[in-house]
């Protein structure tokens, strides 16, 4: 038996159950006789399999008061059944409560992951900031060196400037990479965003 599903959004249509059961009849296979309300204008809660992706639970309820209930572990595919019922119903906004546990954990877990990598990003750069003052300093000394005709001290300087170019190229390349994965973590929480944002109503797209 498959668990229950843990996410779920939550919203209130200023419609009668009739024409969210039209909806319903329109858009799932359904084994037995069309849906509709019963005497009391409720209608019946209905269980579904999503064979899309990943197969998972699906579950939708109407209660009395035109409150709607959708349960869901893909936010996704909940987001897309609000689109259709909005589009379906006219509305172009809906006021919405959703949860959806384990997207949260993606998200914090990504946001941990962008506060390290801004840590690494930031001590990079007081490094490079640290070896540019030493460069200035050993390109003076070098140069002191020279017109001494001190060769000897003239090597050394220029061999530690060699070594710390080196290091500068080595933590630019890291610095690079750095950047570039902060880019696509941030770029992953805003995608959740605006898969959020599709749970509030008819095409939302932020």
């Not at 899309?52 to 572990?73: L, Q």
């Not at 689109?83 to 998200?107: H, I, K, N, W």
């Not at 490079?128 to 090597?155: P, T």
């Amino acid at each position: 038996k498959r668990p229950p599903p843990k996410g779920y959004v939550t919203f209130k249509v200023n419609e009668r159950p009739a024409r969210v059961a039209m909806w319903l009849n329109q858009n799932f296979l359904l084994n037995d006789d069309e849906i509709a309300p019963d005497d009391n204008g409720n209608l019946p809660e209905l269980k579904f399999l999503c064979l899309r992706n990943k197969p998972h639970e699906f579950h939708f309820k109407m209660e009395s008061d035109t409150t709607i209930h959708i349960k869901a572990d893909d936010m996704d595919f909940c987001g897309e059944i609000v689109q259709s019922l909005a589009e379906y119903l006219g509305m172009e906004e809906l006021t919405s409560t959703c949860d959806f546990p384990d997207e949260l954990v993606r998200v914090e877990q990504m946001l941990l992951k962008a506060d390290e990598l801004q840590s690494v990003r930031q001590r990079l750069s007081t490094e490079m900031a640290d070896q540019s003052g030493l460069i200035r300093s050993l390109v003076v000394r070098a140069e002191d060196s020279r017109l001494m005709l001190d060769i000897k001290n003239m090597k050394k300087w220029y061999n530690q400037l060699y070594d710390i170019n080196q290091d500068l190229v080595s933590g630019y390349k890291i610095r690079v990479n750095n950047n570039q994965e902060l880019m696509e973590t941030l770029k992953d929480v805003n995608l959740i965003i605006q898969r959020a944002g599709r749970l509030r109503g008819k095409n939302r797209k932020n």
